[in-house]
């Protein structure tokens, strides 16, 4: 076999640089200058698409669904709108919806990515409140309303954050802090007589985060049969 003689080929790169734009080459082989081919090379950003999302929620519970993509959109330079592509995740479960009907702080992720894999991620975070919620600047407080007999009544901060179920949690993530923030209490008259006492609880470090409940005492007596 004999060896096919190799074409030495000219390159007119023009102004072809690393700028946004789109650059005619030409292509000429020496020995034959009617093989001529002209190309364009574009140059693209190559950027991560954007998302935009409401942020943190708050919301009422109820008896319907809560649509995560309502006010969600994404978008890129290169492909435009790519909404379409977004993936969300709740609590690390794929899901666009959240059931209202059960109270909680939710973790929301979304998950974007275009044809160049560029791939962005944003998180929000969504609480259903059953009324045992209040959102402050930086933490969000859950305390619930209890009852005792006299005879469970005891008064130290301690026992009534566990009597109250008092939990903590960061606002930007949702975290459970509970173990690591100071939370005072103010117990009021809270005693071992039938009464319902109003009790005050507040975050130290977020004084923003405060949410009274009731505490009922009540006798605790033995029902009598006629």
């Given at each position: 076999t004999c060896a096919l003689p190799i074409s030495p080929v000219t390159v007119n790169k023009g102004t072809y640089q690393a700028a946004l734009n789109t650059y005619p080459i030409t292509f000429t082989v020496t020995s034959d200058s009617a093989a001529t081919k002209t190309i364009n090379a574009t140059v693209i950003a190559g950027n991560a698409p954007t998302i935009t999302e409401p942020g943190f929620t708050e919301v009422t519970k109820?008896?319907?669904?809560?649509?995560?993509?309502?006010g969600v959109s994404a978008l890129d330079t290169e492909d435009g709108t790519i909404t379409n592509k977004i993936v969300v995740r709740v609590n690390g479960n794929t899901a666009n919806t959240i059931d209202r009907n059960i109270p909680g702080t939710y973790t929301v992720t979304y998950s974007v990515t275009d044809l160049d894999n560029n791939t962005t991620?944003?998180?929000?975070?969504?609480?259903?409140n059953d009324g045992s919620y209040v959102v402050g600047n930086t933490t969000i407080i859950q305390v619930n309303d209890f009852t005792k007999r006299i005879s469970q009544v005891n008064t130290t901060d301690t026992a009534i954050k566990t009597d109250a179920a008092v939990k903590v949690f960061n606002?930007?993530?949702a975290v459970d802090i509970t173990a690591s923030t100071?939370?005072?209490?103010?117990?009021?008259?809270?005693?071992?007589?039938?009464?319902?006492?109003?009790?005050?609880?507040a975050v130290t470090s977020d004084t923003t985060a405060t949410k009274t409940i009731n505490a009922t005492v009540n006798a605790g007596t033995a029902p009598t049969i006629t």
């Open positions: 109820d008896n319907s669904s809560y649509n995560l993509l309502d991620t944003k998180t929000r975070i969504v609480v259903v606002k930007q993530t100071p939370v005072t209490v103010n117990k009021g008259t809270y005693q071992a007589v039938v009464k319902d006492y109003p009790i005050t609880f």
